[in-house]
């Protein structure tokens, strides 16, 4: 018997952010992906949420805090689909 898939919330990957230009600013944005797996195996992972963090100036430390901003916002989002999940579960 196969044991059927489920999301792995403790295998992430966050990918390279992308920057735009935009009026007044900057625009970053990520994806975040969970491992997909059944049993032991890794079957590929799943986009599960996508953020935008902008920011106003041109300077590298504007960047970084956007940055910074952004990974946070992504680690809150996926804490709470992995509570979801962990709820969904029982």
């Given at each position: 018997m196969v044991p059927a898939s489920r999301l792995y919330f403790s295998l992430v990957k966050i990918g390279d952010e992308t920057?735009?230009?935009?009026?007044d600013g900057h625009e970053l944005t990520a994806t975040a992906s969970v491992a997909r797996v059944s049993g032991d195996r890794?079957?590929?992972f799943v986009p599960v949420a996508t953020e935008t963090e902008f920011y106003a100036g041109w300077e590298p430390e504007d960047y970084q805090r956007a940055n910074a901003r952004l990974h946070r916002t992504l680690r809150h989002r996926l804490r709470e689909f992995r509570l979801h999940a962990e709820r969904?579960?029982?």
């Open positions: 920057c735009r230009a935009v009026p890794l079957l590929f969904d579960a029982d």
